[in-house]
């Protein structure tokens, strides 16, 4: 069984942090980290195309096609794609390909303090159009590949959907879970959540 670091319960729902790998976890969503594009080919998003299989990386490539006949980005960041899960049909729904901020990219960079919030924002707003999504599968957004400092991305992330999960309106997300396998950032977002614990909306419980 994956090892439970940390779950926080909000008004609408349960945030938890937790180890190992997303493709085996099972939910109504997996969330993959996506490039804008969407070509499967780095770090973690590379390996759900594999579990996923051929048929997902043709269906990506299939809509980077389309938006090229309109002069338009595959999926430009903060923005994500909804596909099939094909190969991993007995555990998820669907498959959502998210583009967060690169901080290998300066522009980016710059930014990221606002483009990691309204990424996980546009992500919730997909998640309402497919309907009642109560178990979300994602890894923490931007923070493999794409090089986002670690213990601001803990922080930033932690009060974004925690604000999310306790807003004014129901997201319809029951459970998000955050699945995790790098140690640094498994120790920032421990060491962030002990120091916040108290601002944080919602109440803590990972022991229950």
Avoid at 181 to 199: C, G, H, P, W
């Amino acid at each position: 069984m994956a090892e439970l670091y940390m779950a926080r319960t909000c008004k609408w729902g349960t945030l938890r942090v937790v180890g190992g790998d997303v493709w085996n976890h099972s939910g109504d969503v997996l969330i993959t980290p996506a490039n804008n594009r969407l070509s499967g080919r780095e770090g973690l998003d590379n390996m759900i195309h594999q579990k996923a299989g051929q048929e997902l990386t043709q269906a990506t490539r299939n809509i980077c096609l389309e938006m090229r006949k309109i002069n338009a980005p595959p999926c430009a960041v903060t923005h994500n794609v909804v596909t099939e899960p094909f190969a991993l049909s007995d555990r998820f729904k669907h498959i959502i390909h998210v583009v967060g901020p690169d901080c290998r990219r300066p522009n980016q960079d710059e930014n990221r303090r606002d483009l990691l919030p309204e990424t996980y924002r546009n992500l919730f707003a997909t998640l309402k159009e497919l309907g009642v999504m109560e178990n979300v599968i994602s890894p923490p957004l931007s923070m493999g590949v794409f090089a986002y400092p670690h213990r601001e991305g803990a922080r930033l992330t932690l009060e974004t959907l925690l604000g999310i999960l306790d807003g004014e309106e129901d997201p319809s997300v029951k459970t998000f879970t955050i699945v995790v396998k790098e140690k640094n950032f498994i120790s920032n977002m421990r060491t962030v959540y002990r120091e916040i614990n108290d601002l944080l909306p919602g109440i803590d419980t990972t022991n229950d």
